[in-house]
């Protein structure tokens, strides 16, 4: 059946521009840029690989903004190169995985390490001071927790089952029920 004056391009169009929208707020939420959602919801839905110029055109944004989006966007292996065109991938898992290995995994890290830095220097204190010895319990369960929480992330993004590691983290959940007791509570040392 004939395409009557090119409705269907047009009603992609729209579609590609919504789905752009979509992506450029989840983008947002998750601390991207909204235009790196909006180049990939473009992207996804897009039946040909597309060039810095057809987006550039569709989404309305800069030449700069568009080299420097779909660079990020290669980084964090959301889309890829095929020649001076790019297509988005499609594997949502992957893609949450490789941004979560990348991203989430690095601040976990970077908690754990200053975690550690915080009971070394701690450790330095002189004994006897009730104060200093709840901030060493309270660091020691938050280093546990951390690093409890990097094998989650590990085991997420590896896509292990998670089974054994649901586990280990309820026999280990015995370990916390100061920190758990406590949690977002004001608490005092001393009158």
């Known amino acids: 059946m004939p395409d009557p004056a090119g409705q269907s391009h047009e009603i ?40 810095h110029a057809e987006v ?14 779909l660079t990020s966007l290669q980084h964090w292996g959301v889309v890829e ?3 001076r065109e790019f297509v988005a991938q499609t594997d949502f898992w ?3 995985t490789g941004v979560m290995r990348r991203r989430e995994r690095a601040q976990v890290d970077d ?13 330095e204190a002189p004994p006897g001071s009730p104060a200093i010895a709840f ?38 959940a015995t370990r916390f029920p100061a920190l758990l007791r406590h949690w977002g509570q004001d608490v005092r040392i001393g009158p």
């Not at 947002?28 to 235009?35: K, L, P, S």
């Not at 550039?56 to 989006?69: E, F, I, N, P």
């Not at 908690?111 to 450790?123: F, G, K, S, T």
């Open 12 to 51: 992609l169009l729209r579609a590609q521009d919504e789905l752009a929208d979509v992506f450029g707020n989840i983008a947002a939420f998750w601390g991207f840029t909204r235009t790196q959602g909006r180049v990939f919801g473009l992207l996804f839905l897009s039946p040909e690989p597309l060039g």
């Open 56 to 69: 550039r055109a569709r989404l309305g944004v800069s030449a700069g903004s568009v080299s420097m989006t």
């Open 81 to 83: 190169r095929h020649g």
């Open 94 to 96: 992957q893609i949450i």
């Open 111 to 123: 908690a754990i390490a200053r975690v550690q830095r915080i009971l070394d220097l701690l450790a």
């Open 135 to 172: 901030a060493r319990g309270r660091m020691g369960q938050l280093h546990d927790f951390f690093q409890l929480g990097r094998r989650f992330l590990d085991a997420f993004v590896a896509r292990h089952r998670l089974s054994g590691l649901i586990s280990s983290i309820a026999q280990q």
